[in-house]
């Protein structure tokens, strides 16, 4: 059996972050997957720059054999609606990313032992740790596996039933070049297209040559038809191919505000989507889910040993105090629907709130310094 300190389930950015930071701690640190890496991963993949700054991140070295696309603005629009550009930075404002070559990237760079194509079927807990599967044996057990994480069930998580989880289709492909000649999506500018209803949005992302295209809702209800009839409205307008024949894999993650995960108890804690950390108004989730890795790693260090629920507890006031009370509702979850659809439509008409809260609050959250940890 493998006996280790930390024990992480997930290798995606809030895991493989995690391992990073403990990189030097003097602890042994080791991450499973049920994927081999490199792996796809379903996600729109934009990084911002406060991400790369809390890294530590080489552009020029993370840009050599990957995709790397610089966006200086967004394209935001009420679907049907008066489509509003965003001031053209001269710095950007985010970064295109695949997470096929992101995930690897960093989980390569944490120089963590990392094991491969091993599922969590089994957990138990003894009065020391967590045994996992007969073959694992860890003081700390950490889940880091997105919304269905394993880890997070043990701790009475129960996905697909109570929980209000946003759900999502997207595919990302490598367009012909006859089909990147005709696409008339500006690689340097994301589009956005918020739902009439305002449950959700759509995207269409470029990066090159790659094309990334999906929608997500907080109402599970008839994704597929949203799904088709956003795709039929971007190719009477020539932003994706007629000919695009595509799958679209679906996925689902839990808004900060509206998740009541358990994060912490005696031995285990969760980071990331596991968690349920995902920004409310845009359901981004890697910004969110390595600050939590961070600052996890920070509670850990200081732990020294003692991974009680009580020790532990310091790090759910520490999400607290970067993301807010999770009680906390917004103004437009007070109000009627009708109310909030009628208001949101001219709202995102108008250039000053695009600029100033869809992009710079709600998707890049500039107003938020990097995350510093000690």
Request: charged letters at 25%; glycine letters at 10%; a positive charge.
């Amino acid at each position: 059996m493998i006996d280790c300190d930390v024990l992480i389930v997930g290798g995606g950015p809030s895991g493989s972050s995690l391992a990073w930071a403990l990189r030097d701690s003097g602890l042994d640190v080791q991450l499973l997957d049920k994927h081999v890496f490199p792996r796809d991963k379903v996600c729109a993949g934009w990084i911002t720059p406060e991400v790369v700054s809390t890294l530590r991140l080489n552009l020029a070295d993370y840009a050599v054999g990957r995709t790397l696309q610089p966006f200086h603005g967004f394209r935001v629009s009420r679907l049907g609606g008066r489509e509003v550009h965003t001031k053209d930075s001269a710095t950007p404002v985010s970064f295109g990313i695949r997470r096929c070559e992101f995930d690897y990237y960093l989980l390569q760079r944490s120089d963590v032992t990392y094991h491969e194509c091993v599922s969590v079927k089994q957990l138990v807990r003894d009065d020391s740790g967590y045994v996992i599967g007969k073959r694992f044996h860890t003081r700390l057990l950490v889940g880091a596996g997105g919304h269905f994480c394993p880890v997070a069930r043990s701790l009475g998580a129960k996905p697909g039933g109570e929980e209000t989880a946003v759900v999502a289709q997207e595919t990302e492909f490598l367009m012909s070049p006859a089909q990147a000649a005709a696409c008339k999506v500006d690689a340097r500018f994301p589009e956005l297209f918020f739902c009439e209803d305002l449950a959700g949005y759509g995207w269409v992302v470029r990066k090159g040559d790659y094309l990334n295209v999906g929608l997500g809702r907080e109402d599970k209800h008839h994704l597929a038809e949203h799904m088709q009839s956003f795709c039929e409205f971007l190719k009477a307008r020539g932003k994706v191919p007629y000919d695009m024949g595509r799958k679209f894999p679906g996925h689902a993650y839990l808004l900060y505000p509206h998740a009541t995960r358990r994060v912490v108890d005696d031995h285990v804690l969760l980071i990331g989507d596991a968690a349920g950390l995902a920004y409310p108004q845009s359901g981004e989730g890697i910004r969110p889910g390595i600050e939590s890795a961070l600052l996890a790693a920070q509670i850990i260090r200081r732990c020294q040993g003692d991974y009680s629920s009580a020790a532990l507890s310091r790090y759910e006031h520490r999400l607290e105090e970067r993301l807010g009370r999770r009680s906390q509702k917004s103004v437009s979850e007070r109000l009627p629907g009708w109310i909030t659809a009628f208001v949101g439509s001219k709202l995102l008409s108008t250039r000053w709130f695009v600029q100033n809260i869809v992009l710079n609050r709600w998707f890049l959250h500039a107003h938020q310094p990097p995350l510093t940890v000690e």
